[in-house]
């Protein structure tokens, strides 16, 4: 193991923790019990306090049990944009003894059927404006039950802070069979009992892909996921004097452990958006004093585009951060101009619940993950010999620690592959490239495996494939990534058309299609027509010749 990054290590921070073998949700009971009148979270201005969210999170769990017949174990959709009932439902899930399964908003009927049918659920809280993509799975028997929340229900003050649509849209009276309003569940109280969950128990399962195949669940527990939302707040400092901004989505493991649960861990306040908007950010952080904000690259350049973000009050921060993609050195330099702080930059996976590694605040490095955290190990290894690289060559970056996960749900063959036992300790193979320093920072310089990080959003190219392949007139499609200046990279479809429609099909008509059979995000921004696609000799399209092609040009 090396020790080369411990000479760096923050000043009075620990290099081993101590994390309490609770489960998650306890953590929302003690800081109900401890700060009962404090607001856990401000929503446009309208708080809700600690106490007031365990009594409706146990609502919840009570509703699961007893309505739907939810069990210790069993699995549990959450559908939701950020909102108090994000964050309300996600720990009665956890009170119900079940596991969260967090689903990306921007997903449809058909990829949200997916999840339902894989991770085996059968009940669904949902926002409202998400309520049409889950009637159909409703109707079909993918879901048998689904809790409709209108956001709108926590807007309880006046705001001078303009509402995103689905926040200001009003309750709507909706009744179909299978469908509980939010408001009935908190009216109806049921009581939970009491848990028996442990920390080995399930806790939360959020959803990746890799090469091949479909998302696959990266299965979590209390203990995993513990380990990483108690790290997140020694490491930058967080106390129940903290306020922190909430501007990532909290499906997203950084937002749910960085901009959730650690807050409520440590009893601070979540100053909490539904969607990004630069103006109500800088707004939002002279209004309640917010020391700690956790971002991604194009939030931070949107931030500073603002031509007015000089005129806001922004002297209360005391550290951002973030990671997803490297931060543009030239956009750290004016955020310091800006804020006078450096920008720390870490590293993450679903599989590991967030980070592995971050960037010290007394030294950071830009465009760097940054130092293995607390209690967790990092090596640079030849990725088919798995010997140790020196500093400096690059190599794949394998972890092993307490927030690991345990493996992915109902795919041992994909679980096998991805750990490694390298000294009696099993490591993960992060599947990226990179190399560490002399200093003991890690650098990351490629991925081994077929990802696109496009604005944050991880696109896997094998799932967005097999989803043209459902397009009638499409015989043959590769995904790639290609250069964006906004997104960093965004997704390019190489297409070869059936014979007969060659010539009647545009790029735009596939990506109309595309934008009613997927989540945004995924859509090919790009499409490009071509005759044939590369092969191996054993058939399989040569994706990595065309991804070169494609950032050479």
């Known amino acids: 193991m090396s020790q080369r990054h411990l000479p760096f290590w923050p000043a009075g921070v620990p290099r081993q923790l101590d994390v309490p073998c609770t489960t998650v949700h306890y953590d929302l009971e003690v800081s109900a019990h401890r700060y009962p009148e404090k607001a856990m979270a401000i929503f446009y201005d309208s708080p809700l306090g600690y106490a007031a969210a365990w009594r409706q999170a146990r609502a919840v769990a009570g509703f699961l049990r007893h309505r739907c017949g939810v069990k210790r174990g069993d699995r549990v959709l959450l559908f939701m944009q950020n909102s108090p009932q994000f964050i309300v439902g996600f720990y009665g899930i956890l009170a119900a003894d079940a596991m969260v399964v967090p689903v990306n908003p921007m997903n449809l009927a058909d990829e949200l059927r997916h999840y339902a049918r894989n991770a085996d659920a059968t009940t669904i809280l949902c926002g409202q404006e998400l309520h049409a993509h889950v009637r159909p799975l409703l109707a079909d028997g993918s879901l048998e039950h689904a809790v409709v929340a209108a956001y709108s229900d926590y807007i309880e003050v006046p705001t001078d802070l303009p509402l995103p649509p689905a926040v200001a849209a009003p309750r ?66 967080y106390s129940p004097q903290s306020v922190i901004l909430t501007t990532l989505p909290c499906f997203h493991v950084t937002g749910m452990q960085g901009g959730m649960n650690s807050p409520i861990f440590w009893g601070a306040t979540i100053v909490l958006m539904q969607r990004w908007d630069r103006e109500t950010a800088a707004r939002l952080i002279g209004r309640y004093q917010v020391d700690s904000w956790t971002c991604i690259s194009t939030m931070a350049i949107d931030f500073l585009a603002n031509p007015d973000v000089g005129r806001h009050d922004l002297s209360s921060l005391r550290a951002i951060g973030g990671g997803g993609a490297a931060m543009p050195e030239t956009v750290a330099a004016k955020l310091k101009d800006l804020t006078g ?31 293995p955290i607390f209690d967790t190990e990092a090596r640079v290894v030849d990725p088919d010999t798995l010997a140790e690289r020196a500093a400096g060559e690059v190599g794949e970056i394998i972890v092993c620690g307490p927030q690991v996960f345990r493996g992915y749900w109902k795919a041992p063959e994909a679980t096998a592959a991805a750990f490694v036992e390298i000294e009696g300790r099993r490591f993960f193979r992060t599947g990226d490239l990179g190399y560490c320093d002399e200093d003991g920072y890690f650098f990351i310089v490629d991925r081994l495996k077929r990802m696109i990080n496009a604005a944050g959003y991880k696109v896997w190219p094998a799932e967005v494939e097999s989803m043209l392949y459902a397009h009638p007139d499409i015989q043959e499609a590769c995904i790639v990534s290609t250069p964006d200046s906004a997104r960093g990279e965004t997704v390019k479809a ?34 490009e027509f071509t005759d044939t696609l590369p092969k191996s000799a054993s058939g399989k399209v040569q994706w990595r010749q065309l991804q070169d092609r494609e950032w050479n040009r």
């Open 172 to 237: 709507e009276a909706i009744d179909e069979p299978g469908v509980t309003l939010w408001k009935d569940v908190l009216a109806d109280d049921l009581g939970p009992g009491v848990s028996e969950a442990g920390p080995d128990d399930l806790c939360v399962m959020p959803y990746t892909s890799g090469t091949t195949g479909l998302p696959k669940g990266c299965v979590h527990t209390h203990a995993s996921v513990m380990m990483n939302l108690v790290a997140s707040g020694v490491w930058f400092g």
């Open 494 to 527: 190489l297409v070869v058309l059936r014979a007969d429609r060659r010539g009647t099909v545009s790029p735009e008509d596939i990506i109309a299609w595309a934008r009613d059979h997927m989540a945004a995000y995924k859509i090919p921004r790009i499409v």
């Open 341 to 371: 702080l450096d920008y720390i930059e870490g590293y993450g996976l679903s599989e590991t619940i967030s980070p592995t590694h971050i960037n010290p605040r007394s030294r950071p490095k830009r465009q760097c993950l940054g130092i």
